[in-house]
């Protein structure tokens, strides 16, 4: 009999510790919220009391519990029904479709008040696929909305579609000023189309009410009931502060943070939480990133293997669906895009952005930078260069979020130093039809180089960016390995898949080390926490295609059961 009998003992499965060798076992013992055994079933047996639970695997897979990297918690809740209308793909097909589903939604919303969705992507809406200069208008939902302002967050965070009377209840008409890097779209007499893009989207998204800390609390419960059931237990929660107060539908982000706190005090906080502040948002100057990054005095936390602030978001570009990526080479049909920060000239851009960032590492913080566009991420990389040799200090794990067009020469600064890139395979999933028409066939195919950037020695890890994606995992993970999309199933860069393992890797171990934790988390071994996922069915012999179909039948964090569907 074992001095302390283990809580918990997995056999009859595949046991995936993603360990440096990728060590497979065939159990594991859990004791007080940590790794107490891994091995075979008679060592590991030898470590079972009385009142040991033993759980049968029934040749299914247990491995570290998933790390997303990148999942806009308390947003992603907020999308969910009831607090948002779903436009996203299946639920919606076409344009009438959302304009039903606003119908629908304003027969139950008392008159005057707001009606929100989230979800609709250009790509996957019937008429703007027919007619690729066809885009969500307005009108679209005027008829079906004449007394309530309507607003539709796009799948990718990075445009809104709002009807007239959300444009008048913002303020917003003709003679608005633009922010700058923002877009709000024109028809040909100049009048707004309802379509408004990046920094611009701020226009409307203030004038929306105030969720209040309930609200958002529950938006983070039903984030942490889904989280469970697809066994992630730990996510990176980025942008919180100032300059994420659109994201709260004009709550005050920083406050969100205080509701985390508060769920942890209660022991409601089902997973562990990383958080990146958000000092600014897009198109800030500089100086006003520095004041405000210095005006944040986060206290520590109670706990910070389940609530911890990391580091720093900022922005640098937009995506490639709106051109708004700054690219070395013209988009189809023409246009580089730019730099979203201030500045009237490229020249004035980057050194605003260089000087943020320069900031952000002397004050001893992690920097992540959402960058997308090959030329706004060399200079983001090279920013992250020149700080590291302006201000030494040791691991500060800077990474690059998103990172579409990585290049080599990047590539091989973030291995000399030790950075990292972010990526997204569940949204490579989603656009990879789409983007030839925006970047051509050789850019397209290379976006989300995976394989590269593991070749070149760069800490690789992934995330969903939900809501932009569902934070399926699973999806992520069939997508590396296979390169292939959603709507068509065409394979997009075949030389740039990745192995099962190293897959596995960007969401456990790897995820790990971007929230500096690798010596606590993100393999089975002993002594590290209990955080796990069992998926029913043979992992590593399943057929890709049908990863994305297995069953998730247990999670536990901290050795506490979150899920669980292989109870007796």
Known sequence: MPAVPADLVFVNGSVLTVDSRFTVASALAVTGGVVSAVGDRSEVMAHAGPRTRVVDLRGGTLLPGINDSHLHGCAFGMTRPPLSVDVSHPAVRSIADVAGAVRKAAEQTPAGEWITGHGWDAGYLAECVTDSSRMPTRQDLDAVSPDHPVL?????????WVNSAALARAGVDRNTPVPPGGVIVTDAAGEPTGLLQEGAQDLVHRALPALSPEVRAEAIRTTLRALARLGITSYTEPGLGPGGD?????????????VYRRLLAGGELTARVSVLLLPTGMTSTAEDFVQALAALDEPASADPRRL??????????????NKTSWMHEPYTGGGCGSLCVGGDTDEERVAQL??????????????????????????????????????????????????????????RKLAAHDFGVNMNPTIKWTVADIEEEFVGP?????????????????TVTSGSDAPVTLPDWRQGVATMVLRESKASGRVSGPGQRIRLAEA???????????????????????????DLCVLAGDLLRADPHDIPDMPVVFTAVGGDIVHDELAV
């Open 152 to 160: 539709m967050y796009s799948n990718s965070g990075h445009a809104t």
């Open 246 to 258: 659109a994201l709260m539908r004009g709550a005050l982000a920083h406050d969100t943070l205080d």
């Open 308 to 321: 911890n602030v990391v580091g720093v978001k900022l922005f640098a570009d937009g995506v490639p669906v």
């Open 354 to 411: 260089a000087e943020m960032i320069r900031y952000t590492h002397a004050a001893g913080y992690q920097a992540g930078v959402h960058v997308t566009g090959d030329r706004a991420i060399d200079t983001v990389v090279d920013a992250f260069a020149a700080a590291a040799a302006a201000h030494p200090r040791p691991d500060a794990r800077h990474y690059v979020i998103h990172g579409d067009f990585l290049s080599a020469a990047s590539m």
């Open 442 to 458: 050789e850019r397209a195919a290379y976006e989300w180089p995976y394989r590269d950037a593991i070749d070149a020695g760069v």
């Open 504 to 530: 596995i890797r960007t969401y456990t171990a790897d995820a790990a080390w971007q929230d500096f934790a690798e010596d606590w988390k993100g393999t089975l071994e002993v002594g590290k926490v209990a």
